[in-house]
């Protein structure tokens, strides 16, 4: 059986690959050739392990959360990714960048960000190590995000607000990608999800794998088999997931369920369901399915959740949902508040907004009492106090 993984052309089937300006070949060029060496050397394996450990707070707990598993009907864990510092999965990428940046010797670092997230796991790292950091923004995203935008000052990163396109996520990775064809160099930049020109995605995929390993561990002691009958995540560009499924890709035993946003509905056209809807493009570097009209133009996505809205999806799981290894819901804004409504009264947890879409996937599955289904909570919902008060079920019926 063909591998799950990438190969050595950074291919996942027929998606993938790096689709570059000629400018960046030479440092895509190099980070290709470097960053397998770097992650597999000791010193890299101590110091992040070690950071992850006593910065983050790994390891994150798996849960059994029995109010919700007697709710479904199944054994649900929950894997606490929301109790890492910076409060999602996004630390566990940057921490890992950041040390392969210094070992390259780059001094400057930059991203992108649509939410503020990936821009605030960022400049945290950036403090960390004292590396500039400089992150673009869509001036809308900057706009509605201003909580992000303060910490990221306060952290010590330039956010520059981007005013091109529809002034979002995507205008905001094109400016970094100019960004990085201005000074090669001496920039690195880190790409906060699995998409981008390879390595990017395995090798992001690869910082992340480190909760699918830990849920081998817990599981074995919990439940005396490191295997799980289901796992199940949210997709944005695929980070959390991947590194939730990591380990278990290649075992066809271990059923595979990512949540993608179906915002107002699929049929809609206010929605950022790509495996839905998307066809073959090409998106920052990569080639995957893209949400784009008939003239291949992106179309802007829309998700109730800022973390979710994005036109694209990782190579990987494009090419997991192509070939039937993961099956693919379209969860919608309303019953991704239901569900995090749910949540927080069955278990007293809050869960970020992207999180509870992968929550959302439960009512549509169907499980047998004695399986063990695993559910990344990849944040916590401080953020989405507003959304949510502003959304409470409640309120919905009137609507
Ligand atoms: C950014 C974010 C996501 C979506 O990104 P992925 O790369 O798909 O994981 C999901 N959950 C939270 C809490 C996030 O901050």
Redesign the pocket.
């Known amino acids: 059986m063909e591998s799950f993984l990438v190969n050595n052309e950074g291919y996942y089937g027929d998606f993938g690959g790096a689709y570059i300006p000629e400018i960046l070949h030479k440092c895509v060029t190099e980070l290709q050739q470097t960053y397998l060496t770097v992650l597999q050397s000791e010193a890299f394996q101590q110091e992040y392990a070690q950071l992850l450990r006593d910065y983050v707070g790994r390891p994150t707990p798996l849960y059994l959360a029995r109010r919700l598993s007697e709710r479904y009907g199944c054994r649900l864990y929950l894997k606490r990714e929301d109790l890492n510092h910076t409060g999602?999965?996004?630390i566990n990428n940057t921490i890992g960048q950041i040390l392969i940046a210094r070992q390259m010797g780059k001094k400057r670092i930059i991203a992108e960000t649509g939410?503020g997230?990936?821009g605030v796991a960022t400049a945290t790292v950036c403090a960390l190590m004292n590396m500039e950091c400089v992150v673009y923004m869509g001036k809308m995203d900057v706009e509605r995000q201003r909580v992000n935008v303060e910490k990221m000052k306060m952290l010590g990163a330039t956010v520059v607000p981007v005013t091109s396109g529809n002034m979002t996520l995507k205008d905001a990775t094109n400016e970094a990608i100019r960004d990085w064809c201005c000074h090669p160099a001496d920039t690195y930049y880190i790409i906060?999800?699995?998409v981008g020109p390879h390595p990017y995605p395995d090798m992001v995929a690869r910082l992340q794998s480190v909760i699918s390993e830990e849920i081998e561990k817990q599981l074995l002691a919990q439940e005396g088999r490191s295997c799980p009958d289901y796992l199940i995540a949210?997709?944005?560009?695929?980070?959390?997931?991947a590194g939730t499924i990591y380990r278990y890709l290649d075992n066809p035993e271990v059923q595979i369920v990512l949540a993608e946003a179906g915002g107002k509905g699929v049929e809609s056209g206010m929605t950022a369901a790509t495996i839905a809807l998307g066809k073959m493009g090409i998106i920052h570097g990569a080639r995957t399915y893209v949400i784009q009209n008939a003239d291949g133009q992106i179309e802007e996505p829309y998700s109730i959740s800022a973390?979710?809205d994005y036109p694209g999806i990782g190579p990987m799981h494009a090419n997991l949902a192509a070939r039937k290894r993961a099956v693919v819901l379209a969860v919608n804004d309303d019953e991704a508040i239901r569900a995090a409504y749910e949540l927080t009264k069955l278990e007293g947890i809050i869960p970020?907004l992207?999180?509870a879409h992968a929550l959302g996937a439960l009512p549509k599955l169907r499980f047998k009492p004695e399986e063990v289904v695993v559910l990344t909570v990849?944040?916590r919902g401080d953020k989405d106090m507003e959304t949510y008060l502003s959304h409470a079920p409640q309120a919905e019926t009137h609507s």
């Open positions: 999602a999965h996004k939410a997230q990936h906060g999800s699995t949210c997709v944005g560009g695929g980070s959390n997931a973390g979710l970020a992207e999180s990849s944040g």
